[in-house]
């Protein structure tokens, strides 16, 4: 069978640097093999995972959501494979993603002993270090329990954030079809954390902030140590959850912003990641070109309710914005919209380029680069806030991309992943003031949080997998150096 074929070739121990596991459905349900051992798991009706059988190391044994919590912790040990990196819910995380009808046959999760891409950071994997994003919430609605070791998912997001808006709950389902009595989406795979609510001191404005790729422990480094002193502020009087916010595979940009934006997992919210292959259409999906990238809301399903959607239904004449955001689908302003429809605001002035970016990095295309595009990201946000809108805005969610660009091509803990996180903190306190300005700060919750996270990786060239699968007689559509299609 080509798919045994497949596996055994990039399961080979010459691969090992370059494959640390792969996955793959299987007739009883799913496996994940490297090796060093292998994975048999199937899921039950009830959504728990059962362990069929397991052979030497389990590369999804340790599913802890509490192990590398410093950047001591991250920086020892730096280059772990699964099965000694704890991967927390990666067997349920890996079922949801086969859900998807354009699921490749196999997908391969590439081992941090090699520059994947030939980023110095990296994610995409199930490994807790680039699964792991921040959360944190403060504000009008939100109970202030400090940092608290405990964690929420990505999917999570979106039904709290609906419900911190006072969504009423309706009778939906999940991403699968099967009923969900009193949920905040109509379509709804995450759950609202009641935990993190305050019923009885409801926000007039909720204001998200997405730090595109932001290693949590790097965050709470500098919140700690000065360089972020915005972070800081909103940890000191809302809620921080140190164990973050766990991505759903792929641990990828688009994939998550969606999840994010919906409470739909990757494998059912119709956008599977940043790049795959349609088998119905024989065509390669990739929003990390320009022009399908303003125009990502198009592939999220149909049924499914976005943040922005939900409000309207609730509040037909509320106020929704986004800037640089993906899953802007039911936004009254947004800037991929602006942009796929002609009505960009103007150009940024020099001061406007020239303001919170660190000039040490300059001569770095990625940083100057994605500091200008974040700069617009904060033009945006404060025309938004301006009243030029008509009203102020009832849920605006603002991102910023420099933390993830930054992250690649430093890694999380360099000192361009430092700056990248002060200059995105000066950012988001610009916003912050100008909100304040309008005298709405004291009635605006605000969250603040990411995609998915970001682990160093070791120096070496990336891989060409396609050669011994094709030398070993498999034939197979290769995307994005990971995803295995077979013809």
Same mark, same amino acid.
């Given at each position: 069978?080509?798919?045994?074929?497949?596996?055994?070739?990039?399961?080979?121990?010459?691969?090992?640097?370059?494959?640390?596991?792969?996955?793959?459905?299987?007739?009883?349900?799913?496996?994940?093999?490297?090796?060093?051992?292998?994975?048999?798991?199937?899921?039950?009706?009830?959504?728990?995972?059962?362990?069929?059988?397991?052979?030497?190391?389990?590369?999804?044994?340790?599913?802890?959501?509490?192990?590398?919590?410093?950047?001591?912790?991250?920086?020892?040990?730096?280059?772990?494979?699964?099965?000694?990196?704890?991967?927390?819910?990666?067997?349920?995380?890996?079922?949801?993603?086969?859900?998807?009808?354009?699921?490749?046959?196999?997908?391969?999760?590439?081992?941090?002993?090699?520059?994947?891409?030939?980023?110095?950071?990296?994610?995409?994997?199930?490994?807790? #270090?680039?699964? %792991?994003?921040?959360? /944190? $919430? !403060?504000? +009008?609605?939100?109970?202030?329990?400090?940092?608290?070791? =405990?964690?929420?998912?990505?999917?999570?997001?979106?039904?709290?954030?609906?419900?911190?808006?006072?969504?009423?709950?309706?009778?939906?389902?999940?991403?699968?079809?099967?009923?969900?009595?009193?949920?905040?989406?109509?379509?709804?795979?995450?759950?609202?954390?009641?935990?993190?609510?305050?019923?009885?001191?409801?926000?007039?404005?909720?204001?998200?902030?997405?730090?595109?790729?932001?290693?949590?422990?790097?965050?709470?480094?500098?919140?700690?140590?000065?360089?972020?002193?915005?972070?800081?502020?909103?940890?000191?009087?809302? #809620?921080?959850? %140190?164990?973050?916010? /766990? $991505? !759903?595979? +792929?641990?990828?940009?688009?994939?998550?912003?969606?999840? =994010?934006?919906?409470?739909?997992?990757?494998?059912?919210?119709?956008?599977?990641?940043?790049?795959?292959?349609?088998?119905?259409?024989?065509?390669?999906?990739?929003?990390?070109?320009?022009?399908?990238?303003?125009?990502?809301?198009?592939?999220?399903?149909?049924?499914?309710?976005?943040?922005?959607?939900?409000?309207?239904?609730?509040?037909?004449?509320?106020?929704?914005?986004?800037?640089?955001?993906?899953?802007?689908?039911?936004?009254?302003?947004?800037?991929?919209?602006?942009?796929?429809?002609?009505?960009?605001?103007?150009?940024? #002035?020099?001061?406007?380029?020239?303001?919170?970016?660190?000039?040490?990095?300059?001569?770095?295309?990625?940083?100057?680069?994605?500091?200008?595009?974040?700069?617009?990201?904060?033009?945006?946000?404060?025309?938004?806030?301006?009243?030029?809108?008509?009203?102020?805005?009832?849920?605006?969610?603002?991102?910023?991309?420099?933390?993830?660009?930054?992250?690649?091509?430093?890694?999380?803990?360099?000192?361009?992943?430092?700056?990248?996180?002060?200059?995105?903190?000066?950012?988001?306190?610009?916003?912050?003031?100008?909100?304040?300005?309008?005298?709405?700060?004291?009635?605006?919750?605000?969250?603040?949080?990411?995609?998915?996270?970001?682990?160093?990786?070791?120096?070496?060239?990336?891989?060409?997998?396609?050669?011994?699968?094709?030398?070993?007689?498999?034939?197979?559509?290769?995307?994005?150096?990971?995803?295995?299609?077979?013809?």
């Amino acid at each position: 069978m080509s798919l045994d074929r497949a596996e055994a070739v990039l399961t080979d121990p010459t691969l090992t640097n370059e494959v640390d596991t792969v996955l793959r459905r299987t007739d009883h349900g799913y496996r994940a093999a490297s090796a060093r051992g292998s994975l048999d798991f199937a899921r039950r009706a009830d959504d728990s995972m059962e362990v069929l059988a397991t052979e030497g190391v389990n590369p999804l044994g340790n599913e802890r959501a509490d192990q590398r919590l410093s950047v001591a912790d991250e920086t020892d040990d730096a280059w772990a494979l699964l099965g000694d990196h704890a991967t927390p819910m990666a067997m349920a995380s890996t079922a949801q993603y086969f859900d998807s009808p354009h699921a490749p046959d196999l997908v391969v999760l590439h081992a941090p002993t090699h520059r994947f891409h030939g980023n110095v950071g990296e994610h995409g994997s199930l490994a807790t #270090t680039q699964a %792991r994003a921040p959360f /944190i $919430a !403060a504000g +009008p609605g939100v109970v202030a329990r400090g940092i608290v070791d =405990e964690h929420l998912r990505t999917v999570d997001v979106a039904p709290t954030v609906a419900a911190l808006l006072g969504c009423a709950p309706v009778d939906g389902h999940d991403g699968l079809g099967r009923p969900r009595p009193r949920v905040r989406l109509r379509v709804q795979d995450g759950d609202e954390r009641t935990e993190l609510l305050d019923p009885d001191a409801r926000p007039d404005h909720v204001v998200l902030f997405n730090w595109d790729g932001c290693n949590p422990q790097a965050l709470h480094h500098a919140a700690a140590t000065g360089g972020a002193p915005n972070i800081a502020a909103l940890i000191e009087r809302g #809620t921080s959850y %140190r164990h973050g916010a /766990i $991505a !759903a595979l +792929p641990t990828a940009t688009l994939a998550n912003h969606t999840t =994010e934006t919906t409470g739909v997992l990757p494998g059912r919210s119709g956008i599977l990641h940043n790049t795959w292959f349609d088998r119905g259409r024989d065509q390669l999906v990739d929003l990390l070109d320009f022009g399908q990238m303003i125009t990502a809301r198009d592939h999220i399903r149909a049924d499914i309710e976005t943040i922005h959607e939900a409000l309207h239904r609730n509040e037909p004449d509320a106020v929704s914005v986004a800037t640089y955001e993906y899953g802007d689908r039911g936004a009254d302003w947004s800037t991929y919209i602006q942009m796929a429809t002609g009505g960009r605001q103007g150009p940024l #002035t020099d001061e406007e380029r020239r303001r919170h970016r660190t000039t040490d990095f300059m001569g770095v295309p990625d940083y100057r680069n994605y500091s200008v595009y974040d700069a617009h990201s904060l033009g945006d946000a404060k025309h938004c806030w301006s009243g030029d809108l008509g009203m102020l805005p009832r849920f605006s969610w603002f991102t910023l991309n420099l933390t993830d660009s930054a992250g690649h091509y430093g890694g999380p803990h360099s000192e361009m992943g430092r700056a990248a996180i002060r200059d995105s903190d000066a950012r988001m306190g610009e916003i912050i003031q100008a909100i304040e300005a309008r005298g709405a700060l004291e009635r605006t919750a605000i969250v603040m949080c990411a995609d998915h996270g970001m682990q160093a990786t070791a120096d070496g060239e990336p891989a060409d997998l396609s050669t011994p699968l094709r030398d070993a007689g498999v034939d197979h559509h290769m995307v994005d150096a990971q995803y295995v299609y077979l013809r």
